[in-house]
């Protein structure tokens, strides 16, 4: 099994992963790499579930797990994060998702990768952006009444109720 | 009466002083140092404290090793309402004591336990080291071998939780007659805050409230 893989990790240049989700048909952007040379690919958001089940599904990408949903505040626009790793041919990519900031709202991603249930809470938690038909889609870390999602940029804790925690 | 009363205390406070036994209670690195302080290396069991309980109905004593967020305020009241009386705090560690690292920015720190219950020792660092924690429990039995049984009622007025719960909500809301501690100093009647603080104001205040 060792050998097996050892024999069948490619090496996948840059810009190759757009080019095989192009060559199917997706309308994706690729962008910069990072740092470390992992390949960040921009999906619009209707065409999200697509492309990650493509992403998969597919014998030469077979990305098999999620590892990671964040986001960022981008100013005038929220960015849905979400980091795969495929288990076979041992790569990373990054899909990024730009989303309108007064209607921050995506399909989720737990009916392809179960893993991204209490990641995309997290995300709903900190960032307030809505995953569409996510199964149980409550705040995770913070109590539930909680006023605001902390880590937008504009966020000012105003919460009367937490009087005695002033300092 | 008194002798008798006296006696009865010595007897009573020698007991309960080394036999403190403390609750498992770790919520971040502060519990590694509790850990270690209760192993054969530092030994917490010199002091009679080696029983860590798993249940708050069998401790006397509630180290808070740790950060305590809103999220967790409610449980560790709630824990403090099951422990028998009576029941000491340590808050351990700079988070517990005034929210260490977390004071000043962040949105889910209760900035010190104090907020939440009656603390009986403050024992700063980040985190400290077995020792601190061993002689912040020796101020503890100290403090325990002061006590007094007629002074019961007071001790119990209290260490009443200083938050009350609600069945609807997570979040630990302040009670009705609000007591806010800053620092030890209240708010009410401390009127410096409310200004802008200019040579002239403070001295004008200095006057006005506690005279030239």
């Known amino acids: 099994m060792s050998d097996y893989l050892e024999n069948n990790i490619q090496e996948v240049a840059a810009g190759q992963l757009a080019a095989i989700l192009q060559n199917n048909g997706f309308n994706v952007k690729p962008q910069k790499n990072t740092a470390d040379n992992i390949e960040v690919i921009e999906v619009s958001a209707d065409k999200l579930v697509e492309v990650a089940t493509f992403l998969k599904m597919n014998v030469d990408t077979h990305f098999d797990i999620l590892f990671s949903v964040s986001g960022i505040d981008a100013g005038e626009s929220l960015i849905a994060v979400y980091h795969l790793f495929s288990t076979q041919f041992k790569n990373n990519v990054i899909l990024k998702v730009w989303l309108d900031r007064s ?17 995309e809470r997290e995300t709903f938690d900190l960032l307030g952006i809505k995953f569409i038909n996510h199964p149980d889609l409550k705040r995770i870390l913070l109590p539930e009444e909680w006023i605001g999602h902390p880590l937008r940029k504009d966020y000012v804790m105003n919460d009367s109720r937490l009087v005695w925690n002033k300092r | 009466m008194k002798v008798v009363i006296t006696a009865i205390d010595f007897l009573y406070n020698w007991a309960r002083s080394n036999s403190v036994w403390p609750m498992t209670f770790a919520t971040s690195c502060c519990g ?16 009679g404290s080696e029983v860590f309980r798993a249940t708050p109905r069998q401790a006397d004593l509630l180290i808070t090793a740790g950060t305590v967020t809103h999220r967790m305020a409610p449980a560790l009241v709630k824990l403090y309402e099951q422990m028998p009386e009576p029941k000491y705090v340590l808050a351990m560690g700079a988070c517990a004591v005034t929210g260490g690292m977390f004071e000043n920015d962040s949105y889910s720190v ?12 403050y024992l700063p660092g980040c985190p400290p080291r077995p020792e601190a924690l061993l002689d912040a429990l020796i101020q503890l039995q100290k403090k325990i071998r002061t006590e007094t049984i007629l002074d019961r009622k007071k001790y119990l007025e209290a260490h009443k939780p200083r938050v009350k719960l609600s069945d609807d909500s997570e979040l630990a809301l302040p009670l009705d007659e609000l007591e806010i501690y800053h620092w030890g100093v209240q708010t009410e009647g401390y009127e410096l805050n409310k200004d802008v603080l200019t040579r002239k104001n403070v001295e004008d205040n200095c006057v006005r409230l506690f005279g030239k």
């Open chain 2, 32 to 47: 590694i140092e509790m850990i270690c302080t209760s192993a054969a290396k530092f030994d917490i069991a010199r002091f």
């Open chain 1, 103 to 119: 209607q921050p709202e995506i399909a989720s991603l737990s009916q392809v990768y179960s893993a991204s249930n209490w990641h």
């Open chain 2, 110 to 121: 209760v900035r010190g336990v104090d907020r939440l219950v009656h603390v009986d020792v």
